[in-house]
């Protein structure tokens, strides 16, 4: 077997742009918690550049055709994409693969795009963990734009598309009667709205269905979703993102064959530049890093609670709870006290 490559090798090397040190790079900080800290911390400096862009929507809405069709119209125009698809493939739908409709699009040799599926094999919290630290490899290995594809059914997949410079939440017509986006609880984190498979009937009642809502609920909306809905902060969230400024556009699109994507990639252009002029990129970054510090710490709090509580203490403390010598909340404070560093 060849020796693994040396972390501060891959770290060097990713930096430079080397996509194999960057792929190297996601796997580690995948698989191993010492590896992420020390890969995340060694390139942490070099992030901050890069626009983030969540895409989510219920299974089978056509987001990763739409995010295929989106680094083809990115890349027309020169700019370099990351893309992260987390649980590529949905039961529901039976959706292809991202990797393989990109390489069908021919962007495979493109040094200018990179493709990594994120799978959902550990936990909810080891998933947004892994995302968000791979956020931060493909914008340190310079990126402009980095696309994230996440199913919007589930806390786990909500959060990591909400915790992104600009969402976009990808509805399709004849999906039932109602718009999924509000069942699913992705109104309140739409930046843009892409109403996709406008080649089928339905699309312009979805179109209308979408805009009434922006305007009777959207105020409503941006409210809770600004007093802690979309993260629960309170020290990084600024007051000066208010929705102030940003009316969210609804925008048809078709993207089997490109129609409207130019148009969508526009809207986030658009939207980038607002964040930008209005504070609220800082604000949000200001919240995704927070969030990041509250799961790395939480983590660790979890970890220790592992080392120190071991199986056998915790019988013991529950035997002890049984014989009502002591109680539930005297368990739990001696065993925070015994926390080991
Ligand atoms: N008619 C039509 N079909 C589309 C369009 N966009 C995507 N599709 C089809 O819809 C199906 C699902 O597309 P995907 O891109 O895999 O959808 P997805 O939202 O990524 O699916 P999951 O990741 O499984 O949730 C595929 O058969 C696509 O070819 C469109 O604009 N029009
Ligand atoms: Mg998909």
Do not use: C
């Not at 809905?229 to 993102?241: C, I, K, L």
């Amino acid at each position: 077997m060849p020796k693994p490559v040396p972390t501060q090798q891959l770290i060097s090397d990713l930096l430079e742009g080397d996509r194999l040190a960057l792929a190297r790079a996601i796997s580690r900080v995948e698989d191993d918690a010492a590896e992420a800290a020390r890969i995340v911390r060694a390139v942490f400096a070099h992030t901050g550049r890069a626009h983030l862009i969540g895409v989510t929507g219920a299974p089978g809405t056509g987001k990763s055709t739409l995010v295929s069709a989106l680094v083809e119209s990115y890349r027309a125009s020169g700019v370099t994409v990351g893309v992260l698809a987390v649980d590529p493939t949905s039961p529901f739908s039976g959706g292809a693969l991202l990797g393989d409709r990109v390489r069908m699009t021919g962007h495979s040799g493109d040094a200018g795009v990179f493709i990594r599926s994120m799978a959902t094999r550990r936990g909810t919290g080891g998933l947004a963990k892994a995302s968000a630290d791979a956020m931060l490899l493909l914008d340190a290995a310079g990126f402009d734009r980095i696309l994230v594809e996440t199913v919007g059914a589930g806390q786990a997949e909500i959060e990591i598309a909400s915790v992104a410079d600009t969402v976009v939440v990808v509805e399709a017509p004849g999906l039932g009667d109602e718009v999924q986006a509000i069942k699913a609880g992705l109104l309140e984190i739409a930046d843009v709205f892409a109403v996709n498979k406008a080649d089928r009937k339905g699309a312009a009642r979805t179109v209308a269905a979408l805009e009434m809502m922006l305007e009777t609920g959207g105020a409503a909306a941006q409210t809770i979703f600004h007093h802690g809905q979309r993260m629960e902060t309170g020290a990084a969230t600024s007051e000066t993102e208010a929705g102030d400024g940003w009316s969210i556009p609804v925008l048809e699109t078709v993207a089997v064959s490109g129609g409207g994507v130019d148009e969508l990639r526009d809207a986030l252009e658009r939207h980038r530049a607002w964040l930008g002029e209005s504070g609220a990129r800082t604000a949000r970054e200001g919240r995704r890093l927070d969030h990041m510090l509250q799961t790395l710490v939480q983590a660790e709090f979890l970890a220790r609670m592992e080392r120190t509580l071991s199986p056998a203490l915790r019988r013991d403390l529950v035997e002890r709870m049984q014989r009502r010598e002591t109680d539930p909340y005297s368990a739990a404070a001696d065993s925070m006290k015994k926390l080991s560093p």
